[in-house]
């Protein structure tokens, strides 16, 4: 699920027809920033609207409340939404993809060669996308200041889920609805949490890749990611390990600094950087390993991320080279300040807006700060670069003095006591998929909590790897998790 920098929107590129779908496949990602200067873990779908559909799914507006939770508020707002019926048969069920960590796009009912379309198009469903309050252009109050984000919650959010839904019931006068939500990574989570918390509004989930634990302290996101590495290829870890090494013992001394600057191109000079700034271009560096194992396809995974790194000169070498490659930036971000300053001026309708809003719940709810605090990490990985008290008080320098360590780790607790957790979770009818390779899987439910709750691990697979458009190349156990899918879906829907 945030800090650095640049503060762009990234994507999983998906298309119409296959071919079109491959073509951007293999096209470099664009970078984004939250905690961590690389993408974070929503979905952005970029292709060419069909035509024929631009009328079907024009941007529609549904008159939402602003708190849920206060009677004695009476404000509205127009929460921006896509609905398409191209594969709706008479008493179908109603798909709704829940929107989550960024902009929407009406590219999510139009792309029928996404798992959850495909799934439309045979039983028949009607296909719904709604945006997240505070993303995009469903702005609440049409600002992100620190007062108005107190509207921003995961509870907020369900009860517009709910709240639409039971609208969309009365103005298609639905008498036998049957809602299944979809979603991935946050909004995965927020399809199993609508499931648990509005029972007879949301009749069955699939909850791709969500974080439904949440944790002040991420560590085992970085083991993840090493563990990934490792398992393709020991040397290849080792190697980055070594490079990590050399990183850390040229930054303790003035000419070692200038090394450093000259070889990643930081965007200021590293031999005036405190204790802040050293963090932020370790999270810099980092973050690119980070978001190549999480969301790694077409030329950017890990076979190519290996190549670069053990093909270089020496360790070190194939750090920068990778880097270097993956980040696509003039410059490393190594300015703790101008980061404040980038998520402090943030307006709404931006990406960097979607950051901001995202860091806030981040900061009020989840946690999910990815420090290299493991021992695994701090002993065969990166080192003890970066501790999570760096991505707290950020918290605090960006939103407000309020938000500080104490307050940050009860918000989390408090959310965890709402949800009940991985371990607790008590919804039914949910299918759960995770990619091992993922880091978020850790905080997934990966047990079933009672007998209608399904976790699917798939080998191999990377984030939300099950909603992408299916390929030939596809290892043979995501090929399966879609089986599985489609199985409990059909079981549902035909029940």
């Given at each position: 699920?945030?800090?650095?920098?640049?503060?762009?929107?990234?994507?999983?590129?998906?298309?119409?027809?296959?071919?079109?779908?491959?073509?951007?496949?293999?096209?470099?990602?664009?970078?984004?920033?939250?905690?961590?200067?690389?993408?974070?873990?929503?979905?952005?779908?970029?292709?060419?609207?069909?035509?024929?559909?631009?009328?079907?799914?024009?941007?529609?507006?549904?008159?939402?409340?602003?708190?849920?939770?206060?009677?004695?508020?009476?404000?509205?707002?127009?929460?921006?939404?896509?609905?398409?019926?191209?594969?709706?048969?008479?008493?179908?069920?109603?798909?709704?993809?829940?929107?989550?960590?960024?902009?929407?796009?009406?590219?999510?009912?139009?792309?029928?060669?996404?798992?959850?379309?495909?799934?439309?198009?045979?039983?028949?469903?009607?296909?719904?996308?709604?945006?997240?309050?505070?993303?995009?252009?469903?702005?609440?109050?049409?600002?992100?200041?620190?007062?108005?984000?107190?509207?921003?919650?995961?509870?907020?959010?369900?009860?517009?889920?709910?709240?639409?839904?039971l609208a969309q019931n009365k103005v298609l006068n639905l008498t036998s609805p049957r809602w299944i939500t979809f979603g991935g990574s946050y909004s995965g989570a927020l399809s199993a949490w609508a499931r648990e918390k509005y029972p007879d509004t949301v009749y069955a989930a699939v909850?791709?890749?969500?974080?439904?634990?949440?944790?002040?302290?991420?560590?085992?996101?970085?083991?993840?990611?090493?563990?990934?590495?490792?398992?393709?290829?020991?040397?290849?870890?080792?190697?980055?390990?070594?490079?990590?090494?050399?990183?850390?013992?040229?930054?303790?001394?003035?000419?070692?600094?200038?090394?450093?600057?000259?070889?990643?191109?930081?965007?200021?000079?590293?031999?005036?950087?405190?204790?802040?700034?050293?963090?932020?271009?370790?999270?810099?560096?980092?973050?690119?390993?980070?978001?190549?194992?999480?969301?790694?396809?077409?030329?950017?995974?890990?076979?190519?991320?290996?190549?670069?790194?053990?093909?270089?000169?020496?360790?070190?070498?194939?750090?920068?080279?990778?880097?270097?490659?993956?980040?696509?930036?003039?410059?490393?971000?190594?300015?703790?300040?101008?980061?404040?300053?980038?998520?402090?001026?943030?307006?709404?309708?931006?990406?960097?807006?979607?950051?901001?809003?995202?860091?806030?719940?981040?900061?009020?709810?989840?946690?999910?700060?990815?420090?290299?605090?493991?021992?695994?990490?701090?002993?065969?990985?990166?080192?003890?670069?970066?501790?999570?008290?760096?991505?707290?008080?950020?918290?605090?320098?960006?939103?407000?003095?309020?938000?500080?360590?104490?307050?940050?780790?009860?918000?989390?607790?408090?959310?965890?006591?709402?949800?009940?957790?991985?371990?607790?979770?008590?919804?039914?009818?949910?299918?759960?998929?995770?990619?091992?390779?993922?880091?978020?899987?850790?905080?997934?439910?990966?047990?079933?909590?009672?007998?209608?709750?399904?976790?699917?691990?798939?080998?191999?697979?990377?984030?939300?790897?099950?909603?992408?458009?299916?390929?030939?190349?596809?290892?043979?156990?995501?090929?399966?998790?879609?089986?599985?899918?489609?199985?409990?879906?059909?079981?549902?829907?035909?029940?």
């Amino acid at each position: 699920m945030r800090c650095l920098l640049a503060l762009l929107v990234i994507a999983t590129i998906c298309a119409v027809q296959y071919a079109e779908a491959r073509a951007l496949l293999e096209m470099p990602i664009p970078r984004t920033s939250m905690i961590r200067d690389r993408e974070w873990h929503s979905f952005v779908l970029e292709y060419n609207r069909p035509a024929d559909l631009n009328s079907r799914v024009a941007d529609q507006h549904f008159v939402q409340q602003l708190d849920h939770f206060d009677a004695s508020n009476n404000k509205t707002w127009l929460q921006r939404f896509w609905y398409n019926d191209q594969w709706y048969k008479p008493g179908g069920p109603q798909f709704l993809m829940i929107g989550g960590e960024g902009t929407g796009s009406p590219l999510w009912v139009e792309g029928d060669d996404l798992t959850w379309i495909l799934l439309a198009k045979e039983v028949g469903a009607a296909a719904f996308y709604l945006e997240h309050r505070f993303y995009g252009e469903s702005q609440p109050t049409g600002d992100l200041k620190f007062e108005s984000l107190k509207y921003l919650t995961s509870e907020q959010a369900l009860a517009d889920l709910n709240t639409f839904i039971l609208a969309q019931n009365k103005v298609l006068n639905l008498t036998s609805p049957r809602w299944i939500t979809f979603g991935g990574s946050y909004s995965g989570a927020l399809s199993a949490w609508a499931r648990e918390k509005y029972p007879d509004t949301v009749y069955a989930a699939v909850a791709s890749s969500g974080p439904v634990q949440a944790v002040v302290d991420f560590t085992g996101y970085l083991d993840v990611v090493y563990n990934a590495l490792h398992s393709y290829n020991p040397k290849c870890a080792e190697s980055v390990h070594k490079g990590f090494l050399k990183i850390n013992s040229l930054v303790t001394n003035s000419q070692g600094r200038d090394t450093l600057t000259k070889a990643f191109k930081t965007c200021t000079d590293l031999k005036n950087a405190d204790k802040n700034g050293l963090y932020t271009f370790y999270d810099a560096i980092i973050g690119n390993y980070m978001g190549i194992v999480q969301n790694g396809r077409g030329y950017e995974n890990i076979p190519e991320l290996c190549k670069r790194q053990l093909g270089a000169e020496s360790d070190f070498n194939g750090v920068v080279d990778v880097v270097h490659w993956s980040s696509q930036k003039e410059c490393i971000a190594d300015n703790y300040q101008t980061v404040i300053d980038n998520y402090k001026k943030a307006v709404f309708g931006t990406s960097s807006g979607d950051a901001r809003s995202w860091l806030w719940q981040s900061c009020n709810e989840f946690g999910y700060f990815q420090s290299t605090d493991s021992d695994l990490v701090v002993h065969e990985f990166t080192g003890a670069d970066i501790p999570v008290d760096f991505y707290v008080q950020q918290c605090a320098d960006i939103f407000d003095a309020s938000l500080d360590n104490s307050t940050v780790y009860a918000n989390v607790e408090k959310t965890n006591s709402h949800y009940y957790g991985q371990k607790g979770y008590n919804g039914t009818r949910v299918v759960f998929p995770n990619g091992s390779n993922d880091p978020w899987h850790v905080l997934g439910v990966l047990n079933a909590t009672n007998k209608e709750v399904y976790p699917i691990l798939i080998d191999g697979a990377n984030h939300c790897a099950d909603m992408r458009p299916p390929f030939g190349s596809d290892p043979p156990s995501l090929t399966a998790a879609r089986k599985a899918i489609r199985k409990h879906v059909l079981s549902w829907v035909n029940a």
